[in-house]
């Protein structure tokens, strides 16, 4: 039995390829791990917040001297740090937009990479404090980026793929739903990506 935490970045809710794909991937799983937990969390709808001068005042100030403002500041980071805890396995669905993450996965991370936290800097370097965690990466891009031409211009999976490993997660499948927006790659496009889903 695990505990799966579906983290979504679309807005696109039931349009969505990466959600779609995210799904499938926690379909898998289940069937891997019967009985296992899921618990979903939409950055979009919940309007996670970009971090702000009063999130990052509370994240430097010793948890003993915040004020109830800065606990209340630091509540999205401590709540978002403490589900990615808990869980056993993170999918996390990333829908390339202008060949990044799309800015509700950027607000997310802003808020779950804390120094003395999730990373801590010692003798030999940074050193990453969330382990023990599988990560699948469920992307989904108009074009075509695994090979090809465009491979270099995906800053969606090296991107996540460096920050989630700088705080310990360094066990990262990557799953594509690829060509979404080309006419004849997108026919059976999420067929393809998951039948490609190893669990
Ligand atoms: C505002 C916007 C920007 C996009 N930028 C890119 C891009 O830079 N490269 C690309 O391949 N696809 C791009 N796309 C296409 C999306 O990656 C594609 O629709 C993908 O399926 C989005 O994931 P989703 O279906 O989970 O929302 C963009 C789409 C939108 C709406």
Redesign the pocket.
Known sequence: MKKILHVIS???HG???????GEAIVAKLLLEYPGSTVSTYNLVDVHFPHLEEAHIASFFTPLEARTPAGVEAARHSDEAIRAIREADILVV?A??????I?SSLKAWLDHIVRSGVTFSYGATGAEGLVTGKKVYLAV??????SSGP?KE?DFVVPYLTWMLSFIGMKDISVVR?EG??IPELKEGALERAVASIEV
């Open positions: 679309s807005p696109r349009e969505s390829y990466s959600i779609k794909l669905g829908p390339m937009y202008n060949f990044n799309h989904a891009t108009g074009g075509v980026y465009m211009y739903v979404t927006a």
